[in-house]
């Protein structure tokens, strides 16, 4: 591994004298190759980049919750994102490169790369743009001295927590520390727990840790909060630029009675065509404001709550709907 670790830089500083042709053009397969990595992010980075150029954005595949993974062409000077024309003009196969791509990211170092910060506590210090996509590896997080399985977070691009399941000390440490981030900085990513179990990435639900629900519900709160804040700009602007009459509805945050953070939307007869949030409540602004819960407006409706295709998932609400959900 050390012989590709070094090849791998001296690939990077000759490149950085002679740079490939990418800059010019298209970049080839054989140029591409040496530097391509996986790109572990949310999945709504994908969603945001089609909803604003209005075209499909880079390939990617679903990993676990709500993250994706995609492969990137990671040079000196620039980040290519790869798109599926790449992989028809290469004439590859995603899952194919995607090996090619792990390799070359196991070749940039392992366990080293994280930084102990207490008892069964990691930080990762590649800050590389990258720190996400070490959980690709996991042989690497396995080796890590933790209580239980690997469990991740990834407030930002840079920073990539690891704890042990069977921590609750340091699952608490991971949440707070990923909550840091997303309130002070703008640019931080949603920072939802992932979990490795049997070599499978899944959502992190803290069901043997009651007492970290209330912070594993408020991380998950405001990832909706922010992307569907951010979705509704984007689609208000495309349907305005097309001349389309359609409301999206608002996704508020609220504190529960029993102290907790939950989710409302709001539709009245008067919105028309409206594309709802999947959130907790929804207040149908009639007189008196009915509510429901969500779970109360998927019974009702039935097979006429249709998804719009989009993540995270809005459903189409017409006028007739509303008589039924009162009814």
Known sequence: MRCDWLKTNLDRMLAAIIPPAAATGPISLAEALPWLVPKV????????????TGRPGPEFRPL??????????????????????????????????????????????????????????????WQDNLDGSRMLLPGILQRLPLDGDPVVLLPSRDTLLVVGSEDPVGLRWALE????????????????????????WEPFLAREEPELRPL??????????????????????????????????????????????????V?????????????????????????????AVQRRLNHLLEPVGLFPERYRFRDGMLDQLLA
């Open 41 to 52: 992010q949310p999945r709504f980075e994908y969603e945001a980049l089609s909803l604003r």
């Open 64 to 125: 676990a919750g709500s993250f994706a993974v995609g492969l990137v062409v990671d040079l000196p000077d620039q980040e290519l994102d790869v798109e599926s024309g790449d992989l028809l003009r290469w004439h590859a196969d995603f899952d194919r490169l995607m090996q090619k791509a792990r390799s070359n990211l196991l070749a940039r170092g392992g366990e080293e790369g994280f930084r102990r910060m207490g008892p069964g506590r990691y930080r990762s210090t």
């Open 177 to 200: 520390g990923a909550l840091e981030f997303l309130n002070e900085d703008p640019r931080s990513l949603n920072g939802c727990p992932l979990r490795l179990r049997n070599y499978q």
């Open 216 to 265: 594993l519900g408020r991380i998950q709160k405001r990832r909706l909060k922010d992307e569907y804040n951010l979705q509704k700009f984007l689609l208000d602007r495309r349907h305005g630029s097309l001349g389309r009459n359609i409301t999206v509805a608002p996704f508020h945050l609220e504190r529960t009675p029993a102290g907790q953070t939950g989710s409302f939307t």
């Open 267 to 295: 539709w009245s007869r008067e919105t028309g065509e409206a594309w709802l949030p999947e959130a907790d409540r929804v207040c149908l602004g009639t007189e008196g404001s009915a509510w429901l819960p969500w779970e």
